[in-house]
């Protein structure tokens, strides 16, 4: 299944990302939820948190920065575009 995780700047000005759980995937919402509470683990260093009732996991900064580790992410999710997330802040 192909995700994406989409970070913005909230209205305090604060960077925050989500992704969000499908009831259609394989063994539905709690199943999807597990499995990317895994993959953020490994991509963000946590899972994130629970938000709307388990309908999305919620990111911050920090876990945008961990991803940066990876030159696959910062070549997929166009550099420039995040360094323009840190800068503003």
């Known amino acids: 299944m192909d995700r994406k995780y989409a970070f913005y700047r909230d209205k305090i000005n604060a960077v925050n990302g989500h992704v969000s759980t ?3 995937a394989p063994g ?3 199943a999807d939820l597990k499995r ?3 993959l ?3 991509i963000f260093g946590e899972a994130g948190s629970e938000v709307a009732g ?8 920090r876990h ?3 991803a940066m580790r990876y030159r696959e ?3 997929r999710g166009g550099c420039a ?3 323009r997330l840190f800068k503003e802040g």
């Open 22 to 24: 499908w009831s259609a």
């Open 28 to 30: 539905g919402r709690e």
């Open 36 to 38: 990317l509470k895994a």
């Open 40 to 42: 953020a683990t490994v």
């Open 54 to 61: 388990g309908k999305r996991l919620k990111y911050t900064r």
């Open 64 to 66: 945008l920065e961990h």
């Open 73 to 75: 992410v910062r070549r």
């Open 81 to 83: 575009a995040v360094k």
